[in-house]
């Protein structure tokens, strides 16, 4: 089994900071990509940036500029900084990691987080 636990969701103004975290544990191989997607209330969950095994990010337009997504030197927890927070940013935000699993099979796995909040209000 793959785990992922985030942290770090909250309440912020608007223009304010906040970041994510997501570390994965369990029978993992190897991680191919790591993301964090977004549902807000009504709305399907949505793309909000990627990073890759060899590094490569990728952003969605509406976050591009303020946002920044890394990783840990051992490649297994996955960060969100979140600058400029607008009040549209408010959602539940998702941990994804893609990976193979250790183990004589070494089967793919694509796991999700629980979600955290991230509400941007004054």
């Known amino acids: 089994q793959v785990q992922l636990v985030e942290s770090g969701g909250g309440l912020v103004q608007p223009g304010g900071s906040l970041t994510l975290s997501c570390a994965a544990s369990?029978?993992?191989?190897?991680?191919?990509?790591m993301g964090w997607y977004r549902q807000a209330p009504g709305k399907e969950r949505e793309l909000v940036a990627t990073?890759?095994?060899?590094?490569?990010?990728n952003y969605a337009d509406s976050v591009k500029g303020r946002f920044t997504i890394s990783r840990s030197s051992a490649k297994l927890t996955v960060y969100l900084q979140m600058n400029s927070l607008k009040p549209e940013d408010t959602a539940v935000y998702y941990c994804?990691?893609?990976?193979?699993?250790?183990?004589?099979?070494?089967?793919?796995?694509?796991?999700w987080g629980q979600g955290t909040q991230v509400t941007v209000s004054s």
């Open positions: 990073i890759i095994h060899n590094g490569s990010t």
């Open positions: 369990g029978n993992i191989f190897s991680i191919n990509g």
């Open positions: 994804n990691v893609v990976g193979v699993r250790s183990g004589w099979l070494q089967q793919p796995f694509n796991s």
